[in-house]
């Protein structure tokens, strides 16, 4: 920071919470680590962001919880895995990026200690994929699944559990791929004791108290607070919705049509609930047919294999039973899958979002429950022309986009906010928001630019003039252009937004603004 004045309980605390993630270098350094819950809301008090009313001090102590505390474990946060300047997850390019930039961080650390060295396998920098004990620990070398790291955005709308699933054995909360990926109740808010049992500890042995700390009831909440306010908090409604691409606003249609794409029955309004419920439901889609992986641990049963002794379920069609669960997997919401490739719990689809929608006329799709539902829903195979996943992925291409800048829109006002308020003072967390909002426009330009021909020429170049605007602020020396670079840049934005359509209208979480 500049030249706030701090509280001197908090000052230390302040500078290690107000922090960026340092993509460039030491991304999750445990400076804070050490902090109490109470010490993080003290410091969020002297937070602009929590003082001009832009975030709660709950939101911001969450924050600092999720990217800096690494419960006395391996190096590792939250933040590890879910990085901010990468959609809260980690892929090829990422980790391609990190290994040269930082080969040390705590992500590797399973190269680092030899007592680590199962913790995950070497498709961590070959597939992305990390190491999962989902049905338990008691069989380490042959009990476990390797899965692609889902993003943590939107939660607020996607974790309450369909019925239609039944009510026995099914959590309290839809988490994980297969919606069950938290212990106890199976809530949100027990997730990150998971994880960290998961994913923090020192020793393969996994005891609270040695290999690592346990979260206090307070970290519990606080963390929950953060993770309720990512992303958006509320849902579309896409027969309201007009694109100004033809091509996609056909997309969309085909995308609500049920004799064509009937994407809308799964993913209602392109988010992650079933158009039956409005809420989380786990289908059989069969996904665990087609892994990446070649270990083992890639034959994935899905939900309901903790309390199963002996594999229950022939998961690729070996002609026996190799995994554990029933097969099905929680549904995630479209919008934010656009550019978070791979696709599905093996990252085994993709690159792109139209190798995801063509999948659906795979007979991997066609032959498995969730298909042969739809099939007797309708009354016919699920069947759309190619040209119809072009216009699906067109549709659902401006969606994500419009996701993206709106993100970089929220972060860019507050940054405005800030800068009004307190000048050159806190001049790195305005810095740090302009930056965020920079990695949100380059999403949104290779969202747009990538998939047959590509979306809103126009748009990206005001969005690309947004960029030029960023940057030069980021180069001001004085308080007054930066204010000046910011103003002009939310205006290219909102012209380059205004060009996609009518009523892609999302409501953003506050802690969007916490890094």
């Not at 990926?181 to 042995?205: K, M, N, V, Y």
């Not at 849902?235 to 033809?246: A, F, K, N």
């Not at 039973?321 to 791979?342: L, Q, S």
């Amino acid at each position: 920071m500049s030249s706030l004045i701090l509280a001197p309980i908090a000052a230390v605390a302040f500078l290690a919470s107000c922090a960026p993630s340092a993509p460039e270098g030491e991304r999750h350094g445990a400076a804070s680590s050490a902090l109490t819950a109470q010490a993080r809301l003290t410091a969020c008090d002297e937070d602009p962001r929590v003082i001009a009313g832009l975030v709660t001090r709950e939101i911001c102590a969450g924050a600092d919880i999720f990217f800096r505390e690494t419960f006395e474990g391996n190096g590792r946060s939250c933040g590890t895995c879910h990085p901010v300047e990468n959609n809260f997850t980690i892929d090829i390019p990422f980790i391609d990026t990190l290994i040269d930039n930082n080969p040390l961080d705590p992500l590797f650390i399973f190269e680092q200690e030899p007592e680590l060295e199962e913790l995950e396998t070497f498709e961590l920098k070959t597939l992305g994929l990390i190491r999962v004990n989902i049905d338990g620990y008691d069989d380490l070398d042959n009990k476990y699944v390797m899965r692609g790291v889902p993003h943590t955005l939107s939660m607020a709308t996607t974790i309450a559990p369909d019925p239609a699933n039944g009510t026995e054995g099914v959590p309290v909360h839809r988490t994980g791929w297969s919606g069950d990926g938290a212990p106890g109740t199976g809530s949100l808010r027990e997730f990150l004791t998971g994880a960290i049992t998961q994913h923090l500890p020192t020793d393969p042995g996994r005891e609270p108290g040695v290999a690592f700390r346990l979260p206090t009831e307070e970290e519990l909440d606080l963390t929950l607070a953060y993770q309720m306010s990512l992303g958006r908090t509320n849902e579309l409604d896409l027969t309201q919705v007009s694109l100004t691409d033809p091509e996609a606003n056909e997309g969309r249609l085909a995308f609500l049509d049920p004799a064509r794409g009937r994407c809308n029955v799964c993913h209602s309004n392109a988010g992650a609930n079933h158009l039956d419920s409005g809420l989380n439901r786990n289908l059989d889609t069969g996904t665990r047919r087609a892994p990446a992986s070649s270990t083992i641990g890639a034959f994935d049963g899905g939900f309901g294999g903790k309390d199963q002794a002996e594999p229950n379920l022939d998961v690729i069609g070996l002609g026996f039973k190799h995994g554990f669960g029933d097969g099905t997997f929680n549904i995630p919401p479209i919008i934010e899958a656009v550019d978070t490739p791979p696709f599905f719990h093996t990252n085994a689809f993709g690159p792109d979002i139209e190798g995801a929608v063509a999948y659906y006329i795979s007979n991997f799709f066609k032959e498995s429950p969730a298909g042969l539902e739809l099939e007797a829903r309708f009354g016919t195979p699920i069947a759309f022309p190619d040209s119809d996943i072009i216009k699906i992925g067109r549709f659902l291409r401006v969606l994500s986009a419009a996701f993206n800048v709106d993100l970089a829109r929220q972060r860019l006002d507050a940054a405005l906010v800030l800068v009004n308020r307190f000048h050159d003072r806190g001049a790195d967390v305005q810095e740090r928001l302009m930056k965020l909002a920079e990695v949100e426009l380059d999403d949104a330009l290779q969202v747009l630019s990538v998939g047959g021909t590509p979306l809103h020429p126009g748009s990206r170049d005001r969005l690309q003039l947004a960029k030029a605007e960023i940057a030069t602020g980021l180069g001001a020396t004085r308080w007054s252009q930066r204010q000046g670079r910011l103003a002009a840049a939310i205006s290219r934005v909102k012209v380059a937004r205004d060009q996609f359509g009518s009523n892609i209208t999302y409501r953003l979480g506050k802690g969007n603004l916490m890094y």
